[in-house]
């Protein structure tokens, strides 16, 4: 924008709505954070305090249940599968690359029709084959899923990531003699790198946050954190601050890296379709 | 020499090189392909076989005779919950993809504005969506929607309202709000990126003020939208469609079975019945009306990319 104007009533006026409409939205999240530290009587009083005196006993009092566990769980499952659908995921993407324009395009339906297939159709064949090569409740079975969930966004956004490079570098490169290894290796793979990483962090998150198979096809060896969240509410559903001290717990992990990848999540959530 | 060039760049048909020997890139693929077809296409497969099979857990005696369309006819002749799930399926997506789509917009056209602290903002409205959706469903089942101490119900009695216990009288309105709150930053997203990519002119045509304004945005900036508007729409709808955590943890489905939806009821079957055959089937439909969804997206995509 070239010209400077002053700024009106009218637009200081849909910028106090735009604060108060975004912190409304996100209110119940912030509610969550501050319940955390309230006592359970705090918790509880009505009209709702928003200013009390702070304990962090809750958190104690996580760290000292099991957390750590199903944290350790939820970091097994949700690493172990965006590390495989980042390493077969870029591979695909680039091949995307090389494939004719037809065959590329049907690949590419199969590909993101498999994300879009109801889990539910699928959960039960899944948990009967678990049981009979007895990976039932293991973090093998839970990044066997998530790999298949996460590799259909991560070769997508690898696709798109790798089509931006333009044709000059790799004609450039190939002129000094390098061959399809090289080409990967010395041009895509670091050009494509932040895009790549991106991918990978958004495949933890959605990984960290699945919840229809980790409550199904674990019990008490590999259940993740959204499987305690659930067990805790069933048993300690009246402790809200505890509750919310938990529930902060679990979300740092997903919405910190979330954030970190946030330029990428259009390309990542529409499958490379949008920019 | 061309062969070295990826495909897309050049835009030309380079599958095979000059030599005619398939070149190495063209076979990097395969292990997605494989795993894919593996681990989502071969229990389908499954679910198929065991759909037309009957098979309780409870019941090893019976064995695993094979039974026909006899489950089908079961789930769309005799079972009224499963027409009932059908409809949940349907009333939840819907009623979550407009009330998403409206907030989205609105929040799109807020923060596509000059403002101090613009990126703060988006960042901070993205948040629901990263938040697990379990830990969604107890933040909104205890400290926002509990009718005695909850906070939407303290708000209400502020304005002399008594407000009503949410879950049990208004459970589909209170899963609705719990999906809105988790996919409107989604489609905040996907609508801003619209914004973003229309002429600034139009933009800064869109400040002026009065009918200039309407106009503009009538008849400029909506039918330009309108492609990001069918992504937002067709995506947001195939992952709403798929809506289990909240009502898991929620409502478990009830009162009754008022809250239930295909995901639910699948889980309910297998896992609280143990009749595999019934929730084979029952997937294998839900397959079928993915199926016509993605068939739409993809008519969508393919209008616009660069495939």
Known sequence: MSRSRGRGLGTWGLDALTYFLVLAFISPFLWMVLTSFKTEVAAYTIPPLIFFKATLAHYASVFASRFWFYFQNS???????????????????????YLSRKRASGLLFFIISTRFMPVAAVVLPVYM??????????HAALILVYTAMDLPIVTWMARSYFADIPTEIFEAASMDGAGPVQLISRVALPLAGPGLWAA??????????????????????A???????????????????????LDTLVVVVPVALGLIAQRHLVRGLTAGALR | MRGLIPRAAVDGDLTVTRGGRRRVETLLHWPTTLYLILVTQAPFLYALWLSLHSWNLQMPGLGVPFVGLENYAYDLFQDSTFWISILNTFVITAGTVIVMLILGFVFALLLNRRLPGR????????????????????????????????????LLSVVGIHGPPWLTNYGL???????????????????????QALPEEVMEGAQLDGAGRVALFRHIIVPQMVRY????????????????????????????VATTNLSYYVYRVAFL????????????????LAFVAVQLLFRVFREGTAL
């Open chain 2, 229 to 256: 508007i069918e992504v937002a729409v067709l995506l947001g709808s195939i992952f709403v469609f798929q809506t289990f955590g909240k009502i898991y943890i929620g409502t478990g489905g009830g009162p009754g």
């Open chain 1, 129 to 138: 084959v678990l049981t009979q090569v007895h990976l039932l409740d293991t």
């Open chain 2, 173 to 195: 309105v209170s899963i609705i709000a719990m999906n809105v709150w988790q996919w409107t930053p989604f489609c905040f997203l996907i609508l801003l990126s619209g914004l």
């Open chain 2, 119 to 154: 990126g703060l903002l988006r960042t901070l409205l993205i948040i629901p969506f990263l938040v697990t959706s379990a830990v969604t469903a107890v933040l909104w089942k205890d400290t926002l929607l509990n009718p005695t101490y909850g906070m939407v119900n303290y």
């Open chain 1, 200 to 221: 990978g962090l958004l495949a933890v998150v959605f990984s960290w946050n699945e919840f229809f198979f980790a409550v199904n096809i674990t019990y008490t060896q």
């Open chain 1, 223 to 245: 259940p993740t954190l959204p499987v305690l969240v659930s067990s805790f509410m069933t048993t300690q559903g009246l402790y809200w601050a505890r509750l919310s001290a």
């Open chain 2, 273 to 288: 019945d143990f009749s595999v055959g019934g929730a084979a089937s029952l997937g294998v439909i839900g397959v079928v």
């Open chain 1, 75 to 97: 970091v097994w499952a949700a690493v172990g599968s965006a590390v495989l659908s980042v390493i077969f995921g870029t591979l695909a993407g680039y091949s995307l690359l």
